[in-house]
């Protein structure tokens, strides 16, 4: 009972938390989100961009945070050859994508046609999106996308 009343009492904390908060640090790099720097910056060093739209207290989004982006052999590919964003779909903050046009997270989000989370986005050495998907993925499965998308 007492588990219970404490989980009752901090779930309104947690159900309003991004991914960010939960993913082990330096998962996610810093950014302005103007992605067309980010692209040529991740290109010159032979990286791609990968994009992470959540929503705070999406519970999928949650759980790739606590256990894909902790796995060790994701950490390491994400270090290695990716640069891993996340853009909220609900958010406010300024982006800027690759036709140059400033717009809010949530209204890129809806020129992208993004409506679900978490939607991963990654992007090729011209910004175009080389690999899409919707929903959770576990460790493995997500470590299979990254080496299939991984710059050549």
């Given at each position: 009972?007492?588990?219970?009343?404490?989980?009752?009492?901090?779930?309104?904390?947690?159900?309003?938390?991004?991914?960010?908060?939960?993913?082990?640090k330096?998962?996610?790099?810093e950014?302005?989100?103007?992605?067309?720097?980010?692209?040529?910056?991740?290109?010159?060093?032979?990286?791609?961009v990968?994009?992470?739209?959540?929503?705070?207290?999406?519970?999928?989004?949650?759980?790739?945070?606590?256990?894909?982006?902790?796995?060790?052999?994701?950490?390491?590919?994400?270090?290695?050859?990716?640069?891993?964003?996340?853009?909220?779909?609900?958010?406010a903050?300024e982006?800027?994508w690759?036709?140059?046009?400033?717009?809010?997270?949530k209204?890129?989000?809806?020129?992208?046609?993004?409506?679900?989370?978490?939607?991963?986005m990654?992007?090729?050495e011209?910004?175009?999106?080389?690999?899409?998907?919707?929903g959770y993925?576990?460790a493995?499965a997500?470590?299979?996308?990254?080496?299939?998308a991984?710059p050549?």
């Amino acid at each position: 009972m007492r588990a219970f009343l404490i989980a009752w009492l901090l779930f309104p904390l947690l159900a309003f938390a991004g991914v960010t908060e939960y993913a082990p640090k330096g998962t996610f790099s810093e950014s302005f989100l103007i992605l067309a720097e980010d692209v040529r910056d991740a290109a010159k060093a032979g990286r791609r961009v990968v994009l992470f739209f959540e929503q705070e207290g999406c519970p999928a989004c949650l759980k790739m945070a606590r256990t894909t982006f902790a796995d060790g052999a994701v950490a390491e590919r994400l270090r290695q050859r990716f640069v891993l964003l996340v853009v909220d779909i609900f958010g406010a903050r300024e982006t800027v994508w690759l036709d140059g046009v400033a717009r809010s997270e949530k209204d890129l989000a809806k020129r992208l046609g993004i409506t679900g989370t978490p939607t991963v986005m990654i992007l090729d050495e011209q910004g175009k999106s080389a690999r899409q998907f919707i929903g959770y993925r576990d460790a493995r499965a997500f470590q299979a996308i990254l080496d299939a998308a991984a710059p050549k």
